[in-house]
């Protein structure tokens, strides 16, 4: 037996339409007088059918049945005395599926309930397959972008990547576009935590490079110190600019609003130019921006491994912060050289806490399971770069501020070596199948 809300403005007496509704078999299990009620009441007694008695239909009562349709969806039958077209068209739109015009008719009462049963049936019918469709291209979409992520960081071709999608799919006994969309989601995260974790290089290569230049003597206009400087810098803008159009402005705006001013304070600094006299004060003032700039990254880059708990996400930054701690170590090491006592203690206790995490990340980098030919072979190269580097640390520091500009640039050269290495560490971890598929 079908049953009904039935809507009659203001009436106070019974109904006919009750009693004929109860003789056509179509239980009423509500009579509502206010229309500001009708909602609820809807949401509240789920009928078949919702019947309207509304001998002239305003504006308020079609917003009232469109967000019926959107809310809490029935089939909406409504008798009235306006024969107005616009009107019709009006009720169409606004979720009535029987607009009737000039009086029910008890002899044909359950027929309109009927019809406005089907073509609410109707309705939803071609509602859910316009939402199938969509949802199906939208998906088509999403594995087109995972074959193309698959064929870039794996190097295969289009069926050998769509075959990994339909076995990841079988195995996971999920939809194709939800495992692919698995693999976009990864995809860009993986990449946000990357670019955040090169600022976080960045910001100890800043002042590694500045400061080697200075001891080099290559000014501000010559040198390869320079040019590393000024592609750093380029580096810097770029990322943030990335991150800018990549990130949630909501989530994690007001880290990455932090992160932009520091890097707007440091850049007059950067590029100025000290008397010698001032010249260690200047270091200290850089080199305090570049620590606030390394602060911001590494917060924003912790959110971003927060948001996917997955233990792959946390080996990519791992992995991508030994970038930056190789560059602390360097960045240390030529502190040090300038001869000034209060730089010389800190850089001590720095090169010392850097090269401690260094190794132990390393060390547990070479442990896990998480790993690939590619993988091995660069974590090989970055143990014998890392010892490179602290052998001709030693050298440096032995000549003190008399360093001879071989051991200079065999310092410089080291640390961009190794640097070079771990930059390779992490898009090898960032494009491991691991990592996008979060196994």
Same mark, same amino acid.
């Given at each position: 037996m079908p049953s009904a809300l039935v809507y009659v403005n203001g009436l106070k007496t019974a109904h006919p339409?009750?009693?004929?509704?109860?003789? %056509?078999?179509?239980?009423?299990?509500?009579?509502? &007088?206010? $229309?500001?009620?009708?909602?609820?009441?809807?949401?509240?007694? #789920?009928?078949?059918?919702?019947?309207?008695?509304? =001998?002239?239909?305003?504006?308020?009562?079609?917003?009232?049945?469109?967000?019926?349709a959107e809310t809490a969806p029935c089939a909406v039958v409504v008798f009235t005395l306006d024969a107005d077209v616009g009107h019709m068209e009006r009720a169409l739109a606004s979720g009535i599926h029987?607009?009737?015009?000039?009086?029910?008719?008890?002899?044909?009462?359950? #027929?309109?309930?009927?019809?406005?049963?089907?073509?609410f049936r109707q309705q939803q019918a071609q509602a859910e397959a316009?939402?199938?469709?969509?949802? $199906?291209?939208? +998906?088509?979409?999403?594995?087109?972008?995972?074959?193309?992520?698959?064929?870039?960081?794996q190097h295969l071709s289009d069926d050998d990547a769509f075959h990994i999608l339909r076995t990841a799919s079988m195995h996971t006994n999920q939809r194709l576009g939800q495992v692919s969309q698995h693999?976009?989601?990864?995809? $860009?995260?993986? +990449?946000?935590?990357?670019?955040?974790? &090169?600022?976080?290089?960045?910001?100890?290569?800043?002042?590694?490079?500045?400061?080697?230049?200075?001891?080099?003597?290559?000014?501000?206009?010559?040198? =390869?110190?320079?040019?590393?400087?000024?592609?750093?810098? &380029?580096?810097?803008?770029?990322?943030?600019?990335?991150?800018?159009?990549?990130?949630?402005?909501?989530?994690?705006?007001?880290?990455?609003g932090q992160v932009q001013q520091t890097w707007s304070d440091l850049q007059p600094v950067l590029y100025a130019s000290p008397t010698p006299d001032a010249a260690a004060s200047a270091y200290v003032l850089l080199d305090g921006l570049a620590e606030r700039l390394l602060q911001g990254a590494e917060r924003l880059t912790g959110q971003l491994e927060s948001a996917s708990p997955a233990p792959p996400l946390r080996v990519l930054n791992l992995a991508g912060r030994q970038r930056m701690l190789s560059q602390r170590f360097a960045k240390y090491a030529v502190l040090a050289l300038l001869g000034d006592a209060q730089l010389q203690?800190?850089?001590?206790?720095?090169?010392?806490?850097?090269?401690?995490?260094f190794e132990a990340a390393l060390t547990y980098l070479n442990s896990?399971?998480?790993?690939?030919?590619?993988?091995?072979? %660069?974590?090989?190269?970055?143990?014998?770069?890392?010892?490179?580097?602290?052998?001709?640390?030693?050298?440096?520091?032995? +000549?003190?501020? &008399?360093a001879h500009a071989n051991s200079l640039h065999n310092l410089a050269q080291a640390s961009e070596n190794l640097l070079a290495v771990l930059e390779q560490l992490s898009v090898h971890y960032e494009h491991s199948m691991q990592m996008l598929t979060g196994s």
């Open positions: 339409l009750l009693a004929d509704l109860a003789a %056509a078999g179509i239980a009423v299990r509500a009579t509502v &007088q206010d $229309r500001a009620k009708l909602l609820q009441e809807v949401v509240r007694h #789920a009928p078949d059918v919702l019947i309207c008695d509304a =001998p002239a239909p305003d504006d308020a009562l079609f917003k009232t049945t469109l967000s019926i029987a607009y009737v015009v000039n009086g029910y008719g008890a002899q044909r009462l359950r #027929a309109l309930v009927h019809l406005a049963q089907a073509r316009l939402v199938d469709i969509s949802t $199906r291209f939208e +998906e088509r979409k999403l594995v087109e972008r995972a074959k193309g992520i698959l064929m870039h960081t693999i976009v989601q990864s995809a $860009r995260l993986a +990449e946000d935590v990357n670019r955040c974790g &090169q600022l976080r290089m960045l910001s100890q290569r800043l002042t590694t490079l500045y400061v080697l230049q200075v001891l080099q003597g290559a000014g501000l206009q010559a040198g =390869p110190c320079v040019q590393q400087l000024q592609e750093s810098v &380029q580096r810097i803008d770029a990322n943030l600019a990335y991150l800018a159009k990549s990130l949630s402005q909501a989530t994690y705006g007001d880290l990455l203690q800190r850089s001590a206790s720095g090169m010392a806490e850097s090269r401690a995490a896990l399971p998480l790993s690939t030919p590619d993988i091995h072979t %660069a974590l090989e190269a970055a143990g014998i770069g890392w010892l490179t580097l602290v052998a001709v640390t030693k050298v440096a520091a032995a +000549e003190g501020t &008399q």
